[in-house]
């Protein structure tokens, strides 16, 4: 399991968790990947925004499963 983020660095940061296997497509202009779920905290922290559980949109990210 990996942690993502998609953001613009101002007013939009979406965040979750996610497989290697999975792929993600976004309309933000960032996105990065974490190994831990503390180093998503810090760089959501970097950015003064609190991590809150459960708090990835799918509104603006796809996340695929693999074809099987």
Known sequence: ???FL???ETDV???GEITEEQQITTG???LEFF???EELKDRL???N???KDNE???DEINIEEPNE
């Open 28 to 30: 933000q202009p960032n």
């Open 6 to 8: 998609a953001h613009n």
């Open 35 to 37: 190994d831990t779920l």
């Open 45 to 47: 922290s970097f950015f």
């Open 49 to 51: 925004v609190e991590f």
């Open 1 to 3: 399991m990996k942690y």
């Open 13 to 15: 940061f979406h965040y």
């Open 56 to 58: 990835s949109s799918i």
